[in-house]
């Protein structure tokens, strides 16, 4: 395990043409108007219409909500309640002459963990089409009961950017595990990123760049 989100150096090789646009020239205010649409939702963690996405009003990142996300174990709980995840797609629309990447993520949540039992966040996401960003797991610290917070960030060199022009879809895969471990297995321990009141969210900072202007012909 290693904090931070890793790309293998193959897929950098891969992506050199990718990783920041031909004479793009950093934007920190970047466009002035983004809208995120949900193409689709899946997963045990995310039945329908129990995820949501907002694009904060500054437009340098967007949180994803859930309100049926949790895995469990010990007590009654099935043995499929130890893992869930969820898999969204979404199309960020961006102004002409933009294009992003991911450059941070904070990942947040709550844990009821008996003492002795296991429990794990893991996450990757990737542009359609390009390789996956290598998957990041975060033990939840043991016995912890109360609010869990965990930031991957990525280094420049290995942002990867929408390729200027195009729209692809942006793919998010999170994954809850829960185990009994040496834990009471009559008592229930459980993992969280349900969100009731606003403050459990996970964020996805943009990085933007402004792409070339094309050539007058």
């Not at 995120?36 to 939702?41: K, L, N, Q």
């Not at 993520?105 to 963990?113: P, Q, V």
């Amino acid at each position: 395990m290693r904090k931070g989100t890793a790309i293998s150096a193959a897929a950098l090789a891969t992506l050199a043409a990718t990783v920041a646009p031909a004479n793009a020239w950093a934007s920190p205010s970047g466009p002035t108007k983004v809208t995120i649409s949900v193409a689709s939702v899946n997963g045990s963690g995310c039945p329908t219409k129990t995820a949501s996405v907002v694009v904060s009003p500054d437009n340098t990142a967007f949180t994803v909500a859930y309100s049926q996300y949790t895995a469990q174990a010990g007590g009654n709980s099935s043995p499929t309640d130890g893992r869930k995840n969820c898999q969204i797609s979404l199309i960020v629309h961006v102004p002409g002459g933009f294009t992003y990447a991911i450059a941070a993520t904070d990942h947040r949540g709550y844990a009821s963990l008996q003492p002795g039992a296991i429990a794990s966040q893991k996450a990757s996401y990737y542009f359609q089409g390009l390789p996956t960003t290598t998957p990041i797991e975060h033990p939840i610290p043991a016995a912890l009961k109360g609010n869990w917070q965990f930031g991957d960030k990525i280094p420049v060199p290995q942002l990867i950017y929408l390729p200027c022009g195009a729209e692809r879809a942006f793919n998010i895969n999170t994954e809850l595990r829960v185990e009994v471990g040496d834990s009471d297995p009559s008592k229930v321990s459980f993992v969280s990123m349900d969100s009731t009141d606003g403050d459990i969210t996970t964020t996805y900072h943009f990085a933007w760049e402004k792409c070339p202007k094309p050539k007058q012909t």
